[in-house]
């Protein structure tokens, strides 16, 4: 039952997580639209969500520098999307960056709906799950 669940949720759980790093992304591209020389990023998220959710996530591992052989060893687990890829521009600018503002705002717009969409559909899901645990 619980495998059926964990494959039930996964789908929006991955969704919610690229949409996130997509963010990111974005976020980026607009922080650094003054740059010269700065390259626009995206991904295809129709790709990596495919991906993500028939392999799971690739995680890397990252560990804590200790300076005593009784401090806690943490560890963190990061995820990151497989392949940026560099935005074709319209327009290239004179000092060299790619970054379309009207673009990147669409974009991050588009974004965020969506994300506030997997949002309202995960919660739905759970509350028809939740409906469904409950004895009559």
């Not at 991904?43 to 560990?63: I, N």
């Amino acid at each position: 039952m619980f495998d059926k669940l964990d494959a039930t949720l996964r789908f929006q759980q991955e969704a919610l997580n690229l949409r996130s790093e997509r963010h990111q992304v974005l976020a980026a591209n607009v922080a650094n639209a003054d740059t010269p020389e700065f390259r626009a990023r995206d991904f295809d998220f129709s790709r990596e969500l495919a991906k993500a959710v028939k392999d799971g996530r690739g995680a890397s591992s990252m560990s804590l520098a200790t300076t005593s052989s009784r401090h806690l060893q943490g560890t963190s687990t990061t995820f990151a999307v497989r392949e940026l890829l560099y935005r074709v521009p319209d327009q290239p600018s004179l000092d060299g960056n790619t970054v379309d503002m009207d673009r990147e705002r669409a974009q991050f717009v588009d974004n965020t709906v969506r994300y506030q969409a997997s949002l309202t559909f995960l919660d739905s899901r759970l509350q028809g799950l939740k409906t469904a645990m409950q004895p009559e």
